[in-house]
T-cell receptor
């Protein structure tokens, strides 16, 4: 069975601070990894995804994530956050066409 | 960019009533899914659908729930007799066939179901 752990439930940062949100997964097969963002009152949006190839994945809005197979991790990073990055961030794992399993989410609050 | 479209965006229904949530997946996608997110909780998988049948379902997806692809474009989720605890945001998603291409997994904007 696949599972995802997000270690930080609530993160508060000042604008321009660097961000790293942790994500660890377990999955027995070829893994597909995702980060989704949900802005207040809005739907889930895909930030970035990893299927294969370069383990450093760049997504929208300056976000990136690194797949480290040996650590079963897919941490999300952004060098300098903005107030508009305030949202909830979900790490997710899926295999092929199968269901995607979401982590519990990390609420990011960026203080101007 | 192609989108998954969900209607209505918000539905209010009385406990015990039947509701149908509608989704139009991306046209060349073959795999369809429903997820839900109860307020303040994580996104939970409900069901996946391929080749006109359910391929996987969670324990949440009991006999009160059913899915259908009635006309080759719509993908619906029916809740036969709604309960208060069915109040949630319901997300439809679709994914493309790999066939050597990258996987695509796109979510709709959600239907907020409120059971009163």
């Amino acid at each position: 069975a696949q599972s995802v752990s997000q270690h930080n439930h609530h993160v508060i940062l000042s604008e321009a601070a660097s961000l790293e949100l942790g994500c660890n997964y377990s999955y027995g097969g070829t893994v597909n990894l995702f980060w989704y963002v949900q802005y207040p009152g809005q739907h889930l949006q895909l930030l970035l995804k990893y299927f294969s190839g370069d383990p450093l994945v760049k997504g929208i809005k300056g976000f990136e994530a690194e797949f480290i197979k040996s650590k079963f991790s897919f941490n999300l990073r952004k060098p300098s956050v903005q107030w508009s990055d305030t949202a909830e961030y979900f790490c997710a794992v899926g295999g092929g066409y199968q269901k995607v399993t979401f982590g519990t989410g990390t609420k990011l609050q960026v203080i101007p | 960019e192609p989108e998954v479209t969900q209607t209505p965006s918000h539905q209010v229904t009385q406990m015990g009533q039947e509701v149908i949530l509608r989704c139009v997946p991306i046209s060349n996608h073959l795999y369809f899914y429903w997820y839900r997110q109860i307020l303040g909780q994580k996104v939970e998988f409900l069901v996946s659908f391929y080749n006109n049948e359910i391929s996987e379902k969670s324990e949440i997806f009991d006999d009160q729930f059913s899915v259908e692809r009635p006309d080759g474009s719509n993908f619906t989720l029916k809740i036969r007799s709604t309960k208060l605890e069915d109040s949630a945001m319901y997300f439809c998603a679709s994914s493309e066939s790999a066939q050597g291409l990258g996987y695509g997994y796109t979510f709709g904007s959600g239907t907020r179901l409120t059971v009163v």
